[in-house]
């Protein structure tokens, strides 16, 4: 359910924000620009134009990172980029996908990522240590964000039932509770959207190194 209510809620919002554009744009279509530049530049700074025509799939990685975090801070919302298997799933396909890419583009020559410029004996030590360091890469990817967004949802969880806690003694102590939960709260809103921007900047880094290849 949560993985569609991201989907619904990006359509909605894509549609709200395409729907009868005008040169002056409205608040809608001001907020869906910036955040089509923001991501734009994302893919500009760390691939380059040659990254343009993965723009689209960034795009749309970005929004489902992000829409997915955000639908966790809802009310019996679940939050998907904290189930370690589901962005394990993802950051493999993914990183395998990049690998693929830098094949397609640069063939066997790609290979020589791993192997890098050093006399030959030291190559039977470094090789399986540049292979192990590649593929560490889709263990990281995914820990990072889901370690993260665990982190902040344990936080809310011990936050809110403290505050139950207080409140079933004294109702009083209800208003000075609620705004540092609200404050943490909107804490989660940012992390949300920094683990989207991290999880999105680290993918166009490793696409770079398939796309703009260059050996050790």
């Given at each position: 359910m949560p993985l569609f209510l991201s989907i619904f809620f990006f359509i909605v919002l894509v549609f709200i924000s395409k729907f009868k554009c005008k040169i002056v744009p409205c608040s809608w279509q001001y907020f869906f620009e910036i955040f089509y530049l923001f991501i734009l530049n994302i893919v500009k700074q760390q691939i380059g134009s040659n990254g343009f025509i993965y723009f689209p799939f960034i795009f749309v990685m970005f929004s489902f990172i992000f829409l997915c975090n955000i639908v966790s801070l809802f009310p019996f919302g679940i939050a998907l980029t904290s189930h370690i298997i589901l962005i394990l799933f993802l950051s493999f396909t993914l990183c395998i996908?990049?690998?693929?890419?830098?094949?397609?583009?640069?063939?066997?020559?790609?290979?020589?990522?791993?192997?890098?410029?050093?006399?030959?004996?030291?190559?039977?030590?470094?090789?399986?240590?540049?292979?192990?360091?590649?593929?560490?890469?889709?263990?990281?990817?995914?820990?990072?964000?889901?370690?993260?967004?665990?982190?902040?949802?344990?936080?809310?969880?011990?936050?809110?039932?403290?505050?139950?806690?207080?409140?079933?003694?004294n109702m009083f102590f209800y208003f000075f509770f609620v705004i540092p939960l609200l404050l943490i709260l909107l804490l989660e809103v940012v992390v949300a959207f920094l683990q989207a921007y991290v999880f999105t900047t680290l993918l166009c880094i490793y696409l770079n190194d398939s796309i703009n290849f260059s050996s050790h």
């Amino acid at each position: 359910m949560p993985l569609f209510l991201s989907i619904f809620f990006f359509i909605v919002l894509v549609f709200i924000s395409k729907f009868k554009c005008k040169i002056v744009p409205c608040s809608w279509q001001y907020f869906f620009e910036i955040f089509y530049l923001f991501i734009l530049n994302i893919v500009k700074q760390q691939i380059g134009s040659n990254g343009f025509i993965y723009f689209p799939f960034i795009f749309v990685m970005f929004s489902f990172i992000f829409l997915c975090n955000i639908v966790s801070l809802f009310p019996f919302g679940i939050a998907l980029t904290s189930h370690i298997i589901l962005i394990l799933f993802l950051s493999f396909t993914l990183c395998i996908s990049i690998f693929i890419v830098g094949l397609l583009f640069h063939n066997l020559k790609f290979l020589q990522i791993f192997i890098p410029k050093c006399p030959f004996l030291l190559l039977f030590i470094l090789i399986p240590i540049e292979v192990f360091s590649y593929l560490i890469r889709m263990f990281s990817l995914a820990i990072r964000l889901s370690a993260n967004i665990l982190a902040g949802h344990t936080l809310v969880y011990i936050v809110s039932s403290f505050i139950l806690i207080i409140v079933g003694l004294n109702m009083f102590f209800y208003f000075f509770f609620v705004i540092p939960l609200l404050l943490i709260l909107l804490l989660e809103v940012v992390v949300a959207f920094l683990q989207a921007y991290v999880f999105t900047t680290l993918l166009c880094i490793y696409l770079n190194d398939s796309i703009n290849f260059s050996s050790h």
